[in-house]
Structures are given as structure tokens and as C-alpha cells.
């Protein structure tokens, strides 16, 4: 078995979500991913099942330096035990932190532009990862969304208001009409990857919706399906990522997705 990457632990008081939060840094250049866990996940999950791994060719040749972040799920969407609206407050909380806080830091870290930056995540993680790049374009230049759920019914029921419409990728889109938006996503890379096996049904079902939005906007985009067999679970999850890493960094030496 290969040594972990090396990695810093970064932790402060977050004061839009008034607790501590950690991120892990992997690398020391080349282009920042920003990864966010699977539901309720931590920031250490993305190395726990053997994604970071995945990265190691990419962050070893210095093209890609990963920050890793936890998520408050349990706080927010996934907490049964306070009303919808509540979630959702606690989830705009997150946003600031993640956008307020975390991407500074990753910008000064790296000495990077302001869009220069991916987002990914499998699940839950996908769901982020495209949310918050077609939410804040400004902050990102591209995503690698794995098997993720693209609006909230999943958690809220039908439930609406402000906050859940601007996190329902599903729902806010495809009424984007703002060239600033929209001239961004065409400069963006944007990987959007479902598989069409076990446990994948809700996942391909959300792909597909959000695949038919992008084309019906004219909104460039790689929307992969993989197979019958590809099932909702790390070990597909960890090809997927090397497969899209390596037609982002290496496109004349990636192996063909399945």
C-alpha cells in the first residue's frame, strides 16, 4: 500500500457558521479542486475512501492542488428535527463560510484567479459541487459532479421558499437569463457524471433533468452515463474521478469510461 499524501490541517472559528470548521490541504500548486464529503460527511472523507488516492498522480506532477472541506448537512438539510426553513437558513450559512471563507483562503494559498477554481463530490458531495459552481460562477471555473440529487425535494418535501429556490439547481437554472451567468457557464468546464446501476435510480432521474436544462440553454456541458452496471458506491465513484481528472490534465492518455 502507497504512503497518504502528505496534507495541512487548517482550522478556525468559522463566524458565519459560528463553530469550528477544518479543511485539508493536499499539494502545493497547480489548479485548485475544491471537494466537499458525502451526506453529513467530514473533510477528512474524501481521503477515508480513497478519493484522494485517485488524486495523487495529478497532485504529485503539481497540476492539481485539492482542498478538502467538511459539510454541516446534519445541521441543515438533513436535520428532521427543526422545520424546512430552518434548514435552509443554516445551509445559507454554509454558503457564506464556504464562500466568504473558504475560497479567500484558497485564492491566497494558491496565489490564484478568482475563478480559478473546480468544485467536486460524489452524492450529497455532487449536489454541492454543482450547486455551489452554478450558484457562484464568479468563484468557480468548473465541476466534476459525480452521482449527485440537483433540488431538495429528497429532504423537504415540496417545501419553498428563497433560500430552498437558490439551492435547487433544478428549479433556479433554467430561469437564468443574465448574461453575466450565463457568459460564465460557457467558459466553464462542466462534468456532470451519473451511473445507471443499483441505488442510482433518483441520481440518473435528477441527471437527466438537469442534462435537458443545459441543452435547452444552450449551456455547454459533458453529462456522462455510465452503465447498468455502474452503482451508486466509492469503488465506481473512484474511477469516475480518475477517468475525468485525466481528460482534464492528460486527454491523449485517459482510459475510455466503461
Given at each position: 500500500m502507497s504512503e497518504s499524501l502528505p496534507h495541512e490541517d487548517q482550522t478556525w472559528f468559522s463566524s458565519h457558521l459560528r463553530q469550528e470548521m477544518t479543511l485539508r490541504t493536499y499539494g502545493y500548486r497547480g489548479k485548485p479542486m475544491l471537494a466537499f464529503p458525502p451526506q453529513d460527511g467530514s473533510f477528512h472523507d474524501f481521503e477515508n475512501f480513497g478519493m484522494v488516492e485517485q488524486c495523487r498522480p495529478?497532485?504529485?506532477?503539481?497540476?492539481?492542488?485539492?482542498?478538502?472541506?467538511?459539510?454541516?448537512?446534519?445541521q441543515s438539510w438533513t436535520n428532521h428535527t427543526i422545520p424546512p426553513a430552518e434548514r435552509a437558513n443554516?445551509?445559507?450559512?454554509?454558503?457564506?463560510?464556504?464562500?466568504?471563507?473558504?475560497?479567500?483562503?484558497?485564492?491566497?494559498?494558491?496565489?490564484?484567479?478568482?475563478?480559478?477554481?473546480?468544485?467536486?463530490?460524489?452524492?450529497?458531495?455532487?449536489?454541492?459541487?454543482?450547486?455551489?459552481?452554478?450558484?457562484?460562477?464568479?468563484?468557480?471555473?468548473?465541476?466534476i459532479a459525480i452521482s449527485g440529487v440537483y433540488d431538495l425535494r429528497t429532504f423537504i418535501g415540496d417545501y419553498m421558499d428563497r433560500h430552498v429556490y437558490f439551492n435547487s439547481?433544478?428549479?433556479?437554472?433554467?430561469?437564468?437569463?443574465?448574461?453575466?451567468?450565463?457568459?460564465?457557464?460557457?467558459?466553464?468546464?462542466?462534468?456532470?457524471?451519473?451511473?445507471?446501476?443499483?441505488?442510482?435510480?433518483e441520481m440518473l432521474s435528477d441527471t437527466r433533468s438537469l442534462d435537458a436544462i443545459l441543452r435547452r440553454m444552450d449551456i455547454p456541458a459533458w453529462v456522462d452515463y455510465w452503465g447498468t452496471d455502474v452503482s451508486h458506491d466509492w469503488p465506481w465513484w473512484r474511477k469516475?474521478?480518475?477517468?475525468?481528472?485525466?481528460?482534464?490534465?492528460?486527454?491523449?492518455?485517459s482510459a475510455r469510461a466503461p
Amino acid at each position: 500500500m502507497s504512503e497518504s499524501l502528505p496534507h495541512e490541517d487548517q482550522t478556525w472559528f468559522s463566524s458565519h457558521l459560528r463553530q469550528e470548521m477544518t479543511l485539508r490541504t493536499y499539494g502545493y500548486r497547480g489548479k485548485p479542486m475544491l471537494a466537499f464529503p458525502p451526506q453529513d460527511g467530514s473533510f477528512h472523507d474524501f481521503e477515508n475512501f480513497g478519493m484522494v488516492e485517485q488524486c495523487r498522480p495529478f497532485i504529485e506532477r503539481g497540476l492539481l492542488r485539492l482542498f478538502s472541506v467538511g459539510s454541516v448537512d446534519a445541521q441543515s438539510w438533513t436535520n428532521h428535527t427543526i422545520p424546512p426553513a430552518e434548514r435552509a437558513n443554516r445551509h445559507e450559512d454554509y454558503d457564506a463560510y464556504i464562500i466568504t471563507e473558504v475560497m479567500p483562503f484558497i485564492r491566497k494559498t494558491c496565489n490564484s484567479a478568482a475563478r480559478e477554481c473546480l468544485t467536486t463530490g460524489c452524492s450529497m458531495g455532487a449536489y454541492h459541487a454543482a450547486n455551489f459552481f452554478f450558484r457562484h460562477p464568479e468563484c468557480f471555473d468548473g465541476t466534476i459532479a459525480i452521482s449527485g440529487v440537483y433540488d431538495l425535494r429528497t429532504f423537504i418535501g415540496d417545501y419553498m421558499d428563497r433560500h430552498v429556490y437558490f439551492n435547487s439547481p433544478l428549479d433556479y437554472l433554467s430561469q437564468i437569463s443574465d448574461r453575466f451567468y450565463l457568459d460564465l457557464y460557457e467558459k466553464s468546464r462542466i462534468i456532470i457524471c451519473v451511473g445507471q446501476g443499483a441505488w442510482e435510480d433518483e441520481m440518473l432521474s435528477d441527471t437527466r433533468s438537469l442534462d435537458a436544462i443545459l441543452r435547452r440553454m444552450d449551456i455547454p456541458a459533458w453529462v456522462d452515463y455510465w452503465g447498468t452496471d455502474v452503482s451508486h458506491d466509492w469503488p465506481w465513484w473512484r474511477k469516475q474521478l480518475t477517468y475525468f481528472l485525466s481528460e482534464i490534465f492528460d486527454p491523449q492518455h485517459s482510459a475510455r469510461a466503461p
